[in-house]
Structures are given as C-alpha cells and as structure tokens.
T-cell receptor
Framework: GQNIDQPTEMTATEGAIVQINCTYQ??????LFWYQQHAGEAPTFLSY??LDGLEEKGRFSSFLSRSKGYSYLLLKELQMKDSASYLC??????????WGAGTKLIIKP | NAGVTQTPKFRILKIGQSMTLQCTQD?????MYWYRQDPGMGLKLIYY???????DKGEVPNGYNVSRSTTEDFPLRLELAAPSQTSVYFC????????????FGPGTRLTVL
C-alpha cells in the first residue's frame, strides 16, 4: 500500500530552527508538496519538490531525496505564527495525491 | 479574486437527511477536488473533476455525489447522511493536474447526529 509518515507533533522555541521529516512509500513519484494548515483553517501551499536537493524560500526550505523516499521541511527563525500543522503530500505514478496525516508544530516563547 | 468559496461554514444534519455543499472558484481552474479531513488524519479525496462535465471518484466516494456543469461550480451532494460523514469538508482547485498547487476553500464543518 501507499504510505506517508510524519511525526504527529513537535515542539520548538521561538527564534529557533526546526526540521519536520516526511518519509514515503508510494507507487511511483511525480513530486512532493508541503502545505501549512493553521487550526480551523484551510491548507495553504508552501513548497513543491520534484528533483533532489534543497529549495529555499525565505525562512522555509524543503529538501528531497527520491532514492531514500525522504523529504524535510526546515523552518528558521521560528515565530509564534508558525504554530500550525504541516502536511506532506506525494504525487504517485497515477498522478494521485497521497496526503500524510500532518505534523502539529507547537512554538513556545 | 475571491479564490475558492464554500457554503455553508457549519451545518448539523440529522441521520438520513440530505444536503448539498457548495463550492465556487473564480480562477478559471480546470481541476477541482472535494476532500474530507477527520481529526488526526490526512486529507481523503472524495471526488474530483478535470473540467466541466467530467467527474471521477476518489478514495472515499461512497455516500456522496458530485456534478460539474460549469468551470466555476463543483457542488457535493450528501444523500442519507450518516454519523460516519461527520467531518470537515474542503473544496480545492488547481490550474491543471495534481502536480500543481491546489487552492483550498475555507471548509465546511459538518456534524451528523
């Protein structure tokens, strides 16, 4: 079956750096997304990786290793507003989007 | 642009009742999707559409129906509501296929009692 694994919950301190990991086992691979979802709100797009390597976008970076079935989202200079769930999603060989359950990130002052 | 809009925001249904969740997008996107999100779970695809007049089942279509008569609108119909359909429902759209960013509506929180 197809599976995406993310930690359920993580805690970090304001101003620090946190890395949220995502591992996947899917039938094929056509890209990986990261979305942010604040409590009670809709998911919003953060990043898309289809080739190996690091993509940097301001305080957020996303890394992909296709050979290891692994990605991470790196958040720098954490702010209280970064408290949210972070969803990893993979596009499989049939162009179906498979979603992980999400990682709830709690930021403490 | 309003993006993707959904109505209603909240609804309580009794078992066996029916309702339609409305979804409209003003970005001229061809692809539209309906998801449900249960607590602690990932998004599950109910139905999707690749253009007006074309719809297809997703991972969890049972108990739901959709139609796509225009590019803008993609309503989701619940027939004979059951407690298992208690969830948050999100509509989304994208300019083309699933390897493109999806834009989500604000969601509908549905409770079936």
């Amino acid at each position: 079956g197809q599976n995406i694994d993310q930690p359920t919950e993580m805690t970090a301190t304001e101003g620090a750096i946190v890395q949220i990991n995502c591992t996947y086992q899917t039938s094929g691979f056509n890209g990986l997304f990261w979305y942010q979802q604040h409590a009670g709100e809709a998911p919003t797009f953060l990043s898309y990786n289809v080739l190996d390597g690091l993509e940097e976008k301001g305080r957020f970076s996303s890394f992909l290793s296709r050979s290891k079935g692994y990605s991470y989202l790196l958040l720098k200079e954490l702010q209280m507003k970064d408290s949210a769930s972070y969803l990893c999603a993979v596009v499989d060989s049939n162009y179906q989007l498979i979603w992980g359950a999400g990682t709830k990130l709690i930021i403490k002052p | 642009n309003a993006g993707v809009t959904q109505t209603p925001k909240f609804r309580i249904l009794k078992i066996g009742q029916s309702m339609t969740l409305q979804c409209t997008q003003d970005m001229n996107h061809n692809y539209m999707y309906w998801y449900r999100q249960d607590p602690g779970m990932g998004l599950k695809l109910i139905y999707y559409s690749v253009g007006a007049g074309i719809t297809d089942k997703g991972e969890v279509p049972n108990g739901y129906n959709v139609s796509r008569s225009t590019t803008e609108d993609f309503p989701l119909r619940l027939e004979l509501a059951a407690p298992s359909q208690t969830s948050v429902y999100f509509c989304a759209s994208s300019s083309s296929g699933t390897n493109n960013e999806q834009f989500f509506g604000p969601g509908t929180r549905l409770t079936v009692l």
